[in-house]
């Protein structure tokens, strides 16, 4: 630090240090020493030619649920184009996003994700039927997820779904879907008429299920997306809420994540927790009135019809003699031509002139 150091001198550096891997420390800080030696044999005071920094060690985690559904507009179906054996409705798709934005790495992580499989109580009658199991994908080869969902909830009653995809778009006309963008104002204003129908705490109309994930091996910027595909089964409990036009069925289904362990004797103070809903809008199909262009050809032979029934009365009543008026005066000329004295009619009129 220089030879000689000189008095009231004041030197600074800095050391830089990486945490490697302190999976199996226990010990809740990391203790630095610096010590300084004199060869000046004039320094007898050794005390202040050391200092100690005590850097604590804290373990936090975070994990995130984010989520969309597929398609992301409302889907208007038509019952009289749905699979009548098999009540196989429009496809819709629930993705879940799982991420974690560190700083620590978890060991464990669960996912659950309540799905709304049935719209009675006592599991009679299906509301998103899976017909496929989950589609599971890791941005890091790392990264381990396994999911447990009962083979007796992937596509019970065996419904072909050949032909189909969650992204087809059919016109009502000649299919059963048709989607159109929710815009704000169109969202609050049928907020009022619509059916929500979810995996509540307080919804006794639907009987959920629990599908158990869990991940291992999670690292600051790793993503896992949970895919459940299903379709609407139209059974008559939702054919009952939408038949009424001015409803609308929000369908909803959520996702809990929550950070079990981390590879670290040190334990974070709380564990990491998020949750996120997804909801598909459904409504059925209202055929709109088209405004046709007038008929001129019908309106001219509707006049001309007229025209032609007008004459025809017209000629029958001056057949029956309707249009021959009654006349005095011309009759008081007759009876004065027959008697040579003028009639009283005739002198009445005289007597105006």
Wanted: net charge negative; proline share 5%; glycine share 4%.
């Amino acid at each position: 630090m220089g030879n000689p150091f000189p008095q009231d001198h004041t030197m600074q550096f800095t050391v830089t240090v990486r945490l490697e891997d302190f999976h199996n420390i226990d010990d809740t800080e990391l203790l630095f020493t610096f010590n300084t030696e004199s060869s000046f044999s004039a320094d007898t005071n050794k005390a202040d030619n050391s200092f100690s920094l005590a850097i604590p060690l804290k373990v936090e985690t975070s994990i995130f649920v984010n989520g969309n559904s597929n398609p992301p507009d409302a889907i208007t179906y038509n019952n009289s184009h749905i699979n009548a054996a098999s009540k196989r409705g429009p496809l819709v798709e629930h993705k879940y996003e799982i991420f974690t934005n560190g700083p620590s790495a978890i060991d464990v992580a669960d996912v659950r994700i309540s799905w709304p499989l049935y719209v009675t109580p006592d599991m009679d009658e299906y509301l998103l039927y899976i017909y496929k199991d989950l589609e599971i994908t890791q941005s890091s080869v790392d990264t381990q997820v396994r999911c447990n969902i009962p083979e007796r909830y992937i596509n019970p009653q065996n419904v072909s779904m050949s032909g189909l995809t969650v992204t087809k778009n059919e016109n009502p006309g000649t299919g059963y879907i048709n989607r159109y963008k929710r815009s704000t104002a169109a969202a609050v204003s049928s907020s009022t008429a619509s059916v929500q129908i979810g995996c509540a705490d307080d919804d006794l109309t639907t009987q959920c299920i629990t599908m158990q994930c869990q991940i291992r091996t999670f690292r600051q910027s790793d993503t896992v997306t949970i895919k459940v595909r299903a379709l609407l089964w139209m059974s008559s409990e939702l054919k009952n809420l939408t038949d009424d036009y001015t409803k609308e069925a929000v369908i909803s289904s959520s996702a809990t994540a929550t950070v079990l362990d981390v590879p670290y004797q040190i334990k974070p103070e709380t564990q990491s927790k998020s949750s996120f809903s997804v909801m598909s809008y459904f409504e059925k199909y209202r055929p709109t009135k088209v405004n046709e262009p007038l008929q001129w050809k019908w309106i001219a032979i509707g006049v001309g019809c007229g025209l032609i029934l007008l004459i025809l009365i017209i000629i029958i009543l001056w057949r029956c003699g309707f249009f021959k008026r009654y006349r005095p005066y011309a009759e008081a000329k007759i009876e004065k031509h027959k008697d040579g004295q003028p009639h009283e009619v005739e002198r009445l009129y005289s007597g105006y002139k």
